[in-house]
């Protein structure tokens, strides 16, 4: 099975404090994503890339940005991090459509970062 | 431009009895449909993807959902509830051309009374 590993699972920062969520994905997938999840929100997505380096702006980029210098692993920055980015972050990897029988974009989701910023 | 939503954002049931979780999308191309769950504190796993190949889906857990064109639905539905299926679920859209972004829904909680 396709593993998308999360490195922290809770993390408590400060206001202004530059934060790294980091992401892993054992299957060498070539599409990653980071998705925030709020009550009553659903998800929403900040960032995703579909090929090492390249990366596309979601519906909420504002504060953040991402890395992607190695296939396997999709970063997600906050280079200052403010108290409206408390929530949790989901990052999320498939195979390209053209991979998949069935064409459609299947997402493996990893199992979350929640982050408070004090 | 592609949306999801999701009518009810709580739903109780009680053990044994019929889930409906409601779903209406919108889309300007053929869509492919999804329903994810979440479980406390895990990420989401797919239950199931309408991808146009049959408009009734079946998925895990004896989970199944029906696409219908005219009325723009994807709701889930599953005959007997279990207390295990108390989760959060969450619809989802794609186009089926292009890059084939995934927009969600705002989610449905559904709890299951003994």
């Known amino acids: 099975d396709v593993k998308v590993t999360q490195s922290s699972r809770y993390l408590v920062k400060r206001t202004g404090e530059k934060v790294f969520l980091e992401c892993v994905q054992d299957m060498d997938h070539e599409n990653m994503f980071w998705y925030r999840q709020d009550p009553g929100l659903g998800l929403r997505l900040i960032y995703f890339s579909y090929d090492v380096k390249m990366k596309e702006k979601g519906d909420i980029p504002e504060g953040y940005s991402v890395s992607r210098e190695k296939k396997e692993r999709f970063s997600l920055i906050l280079e200052s991090a403010s108290t409206n980015q408390t929530s949790m972050y989901l990052c999320?990897?498939?195979?390209?459509?053209?991979?998949?029988?069935?064409?459609?974009?299947?997402?493996?989701f990893g199992a979350g970062s929640r982050l408070t910023v004090l | 431009a592609q949306s999801v939503t999701q009518l009810g954002s709580h739903v109780s049931v009680s053990e044994g009895a019929l889930v409906l979780l409601r779903c209406n999308y919108s889309s300007s191309v053929p869509p492919y449909l999804f329903w994810y769950v979440q479980y406390p504190n895990q990420g989401l796993q797919l239950l199931l993807k309408y991808t146009s190949a049959a408009t009734l889906v079946k998925g895990i857990n004896g989970f199944e959902a029906e696409f219908k064109k005219s009325e723009t639905s994807f709701h889930l539905t599953k005959p007997s509830a279990h207390m295990s299926d108390a989760a959060e679920y969450f619809c989802?859209?794609?186009?089926?051309?292009?890059?084939?972004?995934?927009?969600f829904g705002t989610g449905t909680k559904l709890q299951v009374i003994p």
């Open positions: 989802a859209v794609s186009s089926s051309g292009g890059y084939q972004k995934v927009t």
């Open positions: 999320a990897s498939s195979p390209p459509p053209g991979q998949v029988m069935s064409g459609a974009n299947v997402l493996t």
